[in-house]
């Protein structure tokens, strides 16, 4: 059996933890892989300045800095941010996946353009961010987003009423005046919509955190992972340092 962690980008309840495992639903995945979602101890209240990134990408990082040595095989990042990907994959040899960019790519293999719908407004720039370093923000037809402030805790449950219909309304801006032909989801936290929106529409729906279940699936059957080359590891680890910053915030967040 071969375990992977998955890192959700919020401190939050074990209860409010289900509503993120409720994504292993969506997929049948290996009976050989056993998934353990796990929160960070601090993170911003949400992802709209420079700052709140800067936080995420630490408390994602501290949240896995020992996966490899706790046994794990693979890590998940629970966020279309990818907020820590590039950190962890420069102190861990397991792979590690976030699903910005692996619904962004999966999406370019199945058409030319693609439409992000999402919650809010205020996170296109972290998809900005990933489409400008893979060189291919012409392939963006357009982010459609409802503003409707989200809920990262509870996600969309009790709201399936009023949200499922605006971001199908959405969605359909998105194909029908935009050229869309994929549509990726802007969130992990809108997961449970994917079910519904899949039936309405007629081109394919993106599912960002299932979607890295499945590619930390062929990273471990195929034996690849990141290139050293392209994330060299620190010649100066400061793991016990990151850790402390980490139990200091949690402690203030409270």
């Not at 009976?31 to 800067?54: C, E, G």
């Not at 590039?86 to 040899?93: E, F, G, P, T």
């Amino acid at each position: 059996m071969k375990k992977v962690l998955v890192i959700v980008p919020f401190p939050m309840s074990e209860e409010n933890l289900n509503f993120r495992r409720e994504q292993l639903k969506a997929i049948p995945v290996s009976s050989n892989l056993s998934f353990t979602f796990r929160p960070v101890k601090a993170a911003p209240r949400n992802y709209v300045s420079q700052a709140d990134m800067v936080l995420a990408d630490i408390g994602v990082l501290e949240t896995g800095l020992s996966a490899e040595k706790e046994g794990f095989s693979a890590v998940c990042v629970d966020t279309m941010s990818d907020s820590g990907v590039s950190a962890l994959r420069s102190v861990l040899s397991i792979p590690v996946v976030g699903p910005g960019r692996t619904s962004m790519l999966t999406a370019l293999s199945l058409g030319n353009k693609f439409s992000i719908v999402t919650m809010w407004q205020k996170w296109k720039h972290f998809y900005m961010k990933t489409l400008t370093e893979l060189g291919v923000e012409n392939a963006l037809a357009s982010v459609r987003a409802i503003d409707v402030a989200p809920d990262n805790q509870a996600l969309l449950s009790g709201k399936e009423e009023e949200i499922f219909p605006m971001l199908e309304s959405a969605a359909l801006q998105a194909i029908e005046e935009d050229g869309a032909e994929i549509i990726v989801l802007g969130s992990t936290t809108m997961h449970q919509s994917h079910s519904y929106l899949s039936k309405k529409l007629n081109v394919p729906i993106i599912n960002p955190g299932p979607l890295t279940y499945k590619k930390i699936e062929l990273l471990l059957d195929t034996e690849l992972t990141h290139s050293r080359k392209a994330y060299p590891i620190s010649p100066v680890p400061r793991d016990q340092m990151i850790k402390a910053m980490l139990d200091a915030a949690a402690q203030y967040d409270h």
